[in-house]
């Protein structure tokens, strides 16, 4: 079972950057898909962007895309979200976890191991 430790999150004005860390242990990094995912207060979780087991592979929602990259290190067995342009409503619990192998979707039923989550606060 693959085990994921998020890091990174904090407050940061709007306009500002933060970069979050996956770091995952208990697999090999082509056994599963990343996937971020990130939950407001009274808000359904949502998958904002995910990148596959082998190939880099990337997709993002609409409401990061542009602003937010994904980047993968298969051999360290890490995962990297660079967010640029933050906004207040990226204001949330940011999540990665782990799917299946092949598999790029933002849907949170493939995933099924989870970090702990970080905080990312957007304020002035």
């Known amino acids: 079972q693959v085990q994921l430790v998020e890091s990174g999150g904090g407050l940061v004005q709007p306009g500002g950057s933060l970069r979050l860390s996956c770091a995952a242990s208990?697999?090999?990094?082509?056994?599963?898909?990343i996937g971020w995912f990130r939950q407001a207060p009274g808000r359904e979780r949502e998958g904002i962007a995910c990148i596959s087991s082998h190939d880099g592979a990337t997709y993002y929602a609409p409401s990061v895309r542009g602003r937010f990259t994904l980047s993968r290190d298969y051999a360290k067995n890490t995962a990297s979200l660079q967010m640029d342009d933050l906004r207040p409503e990226d204001t949330a619990v940011y999540y990665c976890?782990?799917?299946?192998?092949?598999?790029?979707?933002?849907?949170?039923?493939?995933?099924?191991?989870w970090g702990q989550g970080t905080q990312v606060s957007v304020s002035s």
């Open positions: 976890a782990a799917g299946p192998p092949r598999i790029l979707s933002v849907q949170s039923n493939y995933y099924d191991n």
């Open positions: 208990g697999g090999t990094s082509n056994d599963y898909s």
